[in-house]
């Protein structure tokens, strides 16, 4: 768990660390290919060692030197992924179209439902038996088959990253073109397409579609991945919520607009250099309605913690959560800290107050988690948030980078 004396403003640098949902693909995207594939600016967190674990247990083999990751081996795959790990990360879900593509036949444990409600892999099947799969189910695991990908195009209901991303691999190895109508645009995605075509894929987007031709097979590469971004607006609102000045390095500024956007608007001062974001925050944030959308909309992923933020601010905020039927993990904790926020169907009504308590908090998902330090970072005293392995999850060294910047904060044994 970790204890946090509360109440101080930070101030300082916060250096970003790699993108865990760009590494997460990157490398599962390995597996398309027999050649050395080498990825650097690769975060130390619990999901990449899932994801790590996940290839190896395919038939790959890991090197890291540093933040730097080689992917190597994998000549014959063995086609079906450990339950355990599938349950643990649900991107692991995303081998199955590369292992379809390269070994004919891929079993993969459907992935259930996680803290933040039900999530369907259907689009995922969809997409994958348009491009020619067989797929059955058996003792809760996915099985599909296919002597070859052919390419044609899929339209998504909905411009799902996870579904993007899986058709992306699948389709570097089909046959022809595979177009996805309506796919996702966000920047982990972008970075996806951008390694796949290091690797020999030809990936063209336009307005309303991404298509793909694939190849045979496809090359090594090498490829440094982007600045977390939702790292990057978590330690943004860490210097907002407090009233402090937080100057995030290593970052992508075009990909954090959405945020900027409600930030300012909720009062915080910020300059935006060419790979940095200085934020001051205000006394008190004003309140800022919005909801969460699809890339370049404001992701859902800091829509938790930048709840925690409005929780503090001089009136009532509206925030409508649409991409998930339900990420609420961090509103019972919030209130529990003094918070006022009602929970209706997909909206949250945040009535600010003026301070919140300390308290002790359990995290339940990766966002949540970080929603609850940044609550416990404002409020007045000691509080404890357990569930630290689920941040763990997604924050690289969160409580030694808040510590960095002034915060008092420790490990703690529960
Ligand atoms: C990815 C991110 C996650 C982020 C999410 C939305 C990774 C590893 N994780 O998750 O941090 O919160 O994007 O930005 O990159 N859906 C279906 N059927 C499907 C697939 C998705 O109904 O086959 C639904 C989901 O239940 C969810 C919504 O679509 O409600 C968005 O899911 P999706 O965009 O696929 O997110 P992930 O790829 O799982």
Redesign the pocket.
């Known amino acids: 768990m970790i204890r946090i004396a509360g109440g101080e403003k930070l101030a300082g640098t916060v250096q970003i660390s790699g993108a ?3 590494a ?2 990157a490398i599962i995207a390995s597996l398309l290919t027999t050649k050395p594939v080498v990825l650097h600016n690769v975060p130390h967190l619990a ?1 990449v060692e899932t994801a790590v674990t996940l290839v190896q247990a395919l038939g790959k083999e890991v090197r890291w030197r540093g933040r730097t990751m080689e992917i190597r081996g994998g000549e014959e795959l063995h086609p079906e992924a450990p339950a355990e790990l599938v349950q643990r ?3 692991s879900f ?1 081998a199955l179209g590369p292992l379809l593509a390269r070994a004919k036949r891929a079993k993969v444990p459907l992935p259930g439902g996680c803290a ?11 997409g994958l038996a348009r491009l020619g799969a067989r797929i059955t189910f058996a003792n809760g695991a996915v099985l599909a088959e296919a002597k070859f990908l052919r390419g044609t195009s899929v339209y998504l ?9 899986q058709l992306l691999l699948a389709g570097t190895l089909a046959e022809g073109e595979t177009v996805i109508i309506n796919p ?1 645009r ?1 920047p ?2 972008a970075d996806l397409a951008e390694l796949l075509r290091k690797m020999g894929a030809e990936v063209r987007w336009d307005t309303d579609r991404v298509t793909i031709r694939g190849r045979r097979e496809l090359e090594g590469a090498e490829h440094t991945l982007i600045p977390d971004r ?1 790292e990057t607006g978590t330690y943004l609102l860490a210097g907002a919520i407090t009233g402090g000045k937080v100057r995030a390095e290593n970052v992508e500024p075009q990909h954090l607009a959405a945020l900027l956007d409600r930030l300012s608007l909720a009062g915080c001062e910020i300059e935006v250099g060419k790979a940095w974001v200085e934020l001051i925050g205000p006394r008190r944030p004003k309140p800022v309605d919005f909801r ?1 959308w ?2 370049p909309g404001f ?3 800091l829509q938790p913690p930048m709840v925690a933020f409005l929780a503090l601010a001089e009136g009532r905020s509206t925030i409508t959560e649409t ?3 339900a ?1 609420f993990g961090h509103v019972e904790p919030l209130l529990q800290m003094g918070a006022k926020i009602q929970v209706s169907g997909s909206v949250q009504v945040v009535d600010g107050v003026e301070g919140l308590r300390p308290a002790a908090v359990e995290a339940t998902d ?2 949540a988690g970080a929603a609850l330090v940044l609550a416990a970072l404002a409020a007045n005293g000691v509080s404890h948030v357990r569930g630290e392995q689920h941040i763990r999850r ?1 924050y690289e060294n969160m409580v030694e980078k808040l510590r960095a910047l002034g915060a008092r904060v420790w490990e703690e044994e529960d």
Do not use: Q
Not at 116 to 126: I, K, Q, T, W
Not at 158 to 165: C, D, K
């Open positions: 865990k949902n760009a997460l693909p999901d990360m649900r991107a995303l933040l409600g039900p999530r369907p892999v259907d689009f995922h099947l969809y209901d909905f411009p799902s990253v996870g579904a993007t991303e996702a966000e982990e995605v939702i969460t699809p890339y992701p859902t992923d991409v998930y039927a990420r990766i966002r997604g």
